[in-house]
C-alpha cells in the first residue's frame, strides 16, 4: 500500500474533473488527477489520428463558465479569450442554404429569402433564447438539495436562490421559460416560425447529443442547453483546438500543486464499511485518500469502480435505471483541402420530419439512413457528428457496422459537397462502442447520463443524491452525470469542489 495519502483523488481528467481539481488544488488540498487515457481532456480533447491528421476528436470546440476562467486564472495558463462566433449552416435541397449568422440581423437576411414574418421575429427569438439560457446557466451553477430527502434550510438555500432569479427575471420572462422546458422542439419552434427550413435548423439543437426526436417532449429543454453551451446557434471552435481548455486546466491543476498522471487507470476504489478510503489502479497500485471524486459516468463509478456488493441494493437498482442511451457517431476525414465545406457548423436537417425519422431509425436499433448530420472543418480536416447511430444495434456489431456510418454520411453529403469524397485522404471513424472503449462513456452517452428532464435538476443523477454525495463516505461525483452537466461548461466540476471543500 503506497503511503503517500492526499485529500483528494480525482478520478478522470475530463474537463470537469480538471475543473474540480484546480478549484482543490487553488484552496491547498493535496490533489491527484489518475486519468486512464495518455491524454487529457476526455471529450475536450484534440488528437492526431494519422501524420497531418489532428482533429478534435469528440467536441468540435466550446467555452468554459466565464466565473471558472476567472477564479483559474485560465488566460494565465494559456487559455485565449473567447472564440469568435461562427454561423450555423443549414445544408437545404437544390444546394441552397439558409445561414444563420451569429448577427441576428444578417441572419434575418437570409431567413428574409424563405419568409419574410420568420426574419421580423428571429430577433424575439434570439431574446427569447439568450434569457433562457441564462436562467438554465444559474440554475446548472446553484447546488441543488437532496430532495425528496429532508434538506435542511441550508441545503434548500440554493434553489431559493433560483426561484428569486427565476422571478426577477419577470413574470413574462420566468413563465416562457419554464412553459418551455417541458415542450417538444418541434411546440417551441412553431411559436415563432412558419419557414420548414428554418424550424427545423433551429429544432435540431433538441436533438444533438440525445436519442430523442424532435416531436418529444422535454426536447425544449436541450434546445435551451445547447444554446446554452454554445452560446447560439453554432458551435464555438477554439484556436488550436478544443484541446487548448483541458491544457490550460491541466497547468493551472499543477501550478496551484496539483498533480496530474495519465495512463493510470482505476480499476477499483476501496470502500470498507460504506467509507471510500482510495482507488486501486489497473496496474495494481493501491492509493489512499481522504476523498475521492469521481468524474466518469454513475454508472462505471458505482457499478464497475465500487462494485454492487459495497452498495446499498436499491441504490444499485436505481443507478442501474438511470438513463444512458448513446446514439451518437463521429468521423473524422484528413482531406486535400479541396472539400468545399465553409466554415462554421453545417447541419442536414431540412426538416422536422426528416429529424424525426432520423431518431425512428435508434428507436428500433438501426443506425438511420438518412441522418441528421453537423459538419465542422479545421483546415483539411472535416469532422462529422453523425445521429442517429444507436449503441445497441439489433443485428450486427460495432465491430463491423463502423464503415457504414462512412457511405451513409458520404451519400448524404455528396448532394451539397460533390468534391468531398474524392478530396479524403484519410478517415478514422468514432463509434458509439469507441466512446465507450476508448473514451470511457458507459454506452457511448456523450451527457453520462440522457439530458431529460426526469434525470435535470435534483434528479440529475438520482433524486436524493444530487449535491455530489454517494451513499459512500468521502466519495463524490464531479462529471457530466451530475447536476450542471453535460457540455464543456465546467459547471458540474465547480459545484463539486464547491460542495466537497
Ligand atoms: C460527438 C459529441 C458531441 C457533443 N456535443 C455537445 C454539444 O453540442 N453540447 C453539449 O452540451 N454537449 C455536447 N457533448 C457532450 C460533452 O462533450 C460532454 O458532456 C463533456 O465533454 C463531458 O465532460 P466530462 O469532463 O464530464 O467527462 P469526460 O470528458 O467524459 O471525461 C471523463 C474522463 O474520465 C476518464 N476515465 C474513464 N474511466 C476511467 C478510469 N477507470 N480511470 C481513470 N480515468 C478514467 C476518461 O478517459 C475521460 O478522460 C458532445 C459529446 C460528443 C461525444
Known sequence: MTKNRHHFIVIGAGHNGLVAAAYLAKKGRKVLVLERRGLLGGQAATESFGENFTADSIHPGGTLRPDILKDLKLASFGLRAAPAKKPLISLLPDSSHLILDPDPVKAAESIKRFSTKDAARWGEFVRFMDKSARLLDFAYATLMPRLPRNANLMEGYGLLELGLELRLAGRK???????????????????YFESEFLKAAVASLGI??????????????????????RGGMAHLPVEGGVGRISEALANAVQSFGGEIRTE?????????????????????????????????????????????????????????????????????????GVHGIPEGTCVVAPSVKYLERACDAAKYRQISEKPYLEVTTSGNVVSIHFQFAPYALQSGGWEVEGERIESLAMDTLAEYFPNLR??????????????????????????????????????????????????????????????????????????????VS
Open 208 to 229: 444533438h447529443g440525445i436519442t430523442q426526436g424532435p416531436m418529444s417532449a422535454g426536447t425544449g429543454y436541450t434546445l435551451i442547453h445547447n444554446w446554452m453551451n
Open 264 to 336: 493510470a487507470e482505476v480499476e477499483q476504489i476501496l470502500v470498507d464499511a460504506y467509507a471510500c478510503k482510495g482507488v486501486r489502479l489497473k496496474s495494481g497500485e493501491e492509493i489512499h485518500a481522504e476523498n475521492v471524486l469521481s468524474a466518469l459516468d454513475p454508472k462505471r463509478t458505482f457499478l464497475n469502480l465500487v462494485g454492487a456488493p459495497n452498495l446499498p441494493p436499491e441504490f444499485v437498482w436505481r443507478v442501474q435505471s438511470i438513463k444512458m442511451r448513446g446514439s451518437v457517431a463521429k468521423l473524422h476525414l484528413l482531406t486535400n
Open 173 to 191: 420572462d420566468m413563465l416562457d421559460f419554464i412553459r418551455a422546458l417541458p415542450m417538444t422542439a418541434q411546440e417551441l419552434v412553431e411559436e
Open 422 to 499: 474524392s478530396s479524403i485522404v484519410n478517415r478514422k471513424v468514432i463509434t458509439p462502442l469507441d466512446l465507450e472503449r476508448t473514451y470511457g462513456l458507459t454506452e457511448g452517452d456523450l451527457n453520462h447520463g440522457q439530458l431529460m428532464l426526469d434525470q435535470f435538476l435534483f434528479m440529475r443523477p438520482l433524486p436524493g443524491w444530487s449535491n455530489h454525495k454517494t451513499p459512500i463516505d468521502n466519495l463524490y461525483l464531479c462529471g457530466s452525470g451530475v447536476h450542471g452537466g453535460g457540455g464543456i461548461s465546467g459547471a458540474a466540476g465547480r459545484n463539486a469542489a464547491m460542495a
